[in-house]
């Protein structure tokens, strides 16, 4: 069984910055590709950014490219979200979840294991 727990979280002032963190329990950590959601209240679970495996690519969704970055160090079974240039609208609960396969997918039904998620919350 796969734990993921997301840290990190918290409110922030328009235009900041914060750094989610999200730490995988397991030894096949390196085997998957690894991916970030946000939701909304009354909003759908969208797809934030995911990363492949070993880290070498990086995918996001338009709404946040350029500002956020995924990374992961595999050594601390662990893949991270900063996230800067912080606008209201990203205020949402922000998910980490394990893809069922070693290439990033976008898709909700792509991951199989998800964390509990953290709160973000940004103010005009």
């Known amino acids: 069984q796969v734990q993921l727990v997301e840290s990190g979280g918290g409110l922030v002032q328009a235009g900041g910055s914060l750094r989610l963190s999200c730490a995988a329990s397991?030894?096949?950590?390196?085997?998957?590709?690894m991916g970030w959601f946000r939701q909304a209240p009354g909003k759908e679970r969208e797809f934030v950014g995911a990363?492949?495996?070993?880290?070498?690519?990086?995918y996001y969704a338009d709404s946040v490219k350029g500002r956020f970055t995924i990374s992961r160090d595999n050594a601390k079974n662990t893949v991270y979200l900063q996230m800067n240039s912080l606008k209201p609208e990203d205020t949402a609960v922000y998910y980490c979840a394990r893809d069922r396969d070693r290439w990033p997918g976008s898709a909700v039904d792509d991951y199989d294991y998800w964390g509990q998620g953290t709160q973000v919350t940004v103010s005009s």
């Open positions: 990363i492949s495996r070993i880290g070498g690519n990086t």
């Open positions: 397991g030894r096949t950590f390196s085997n998957y590709a």
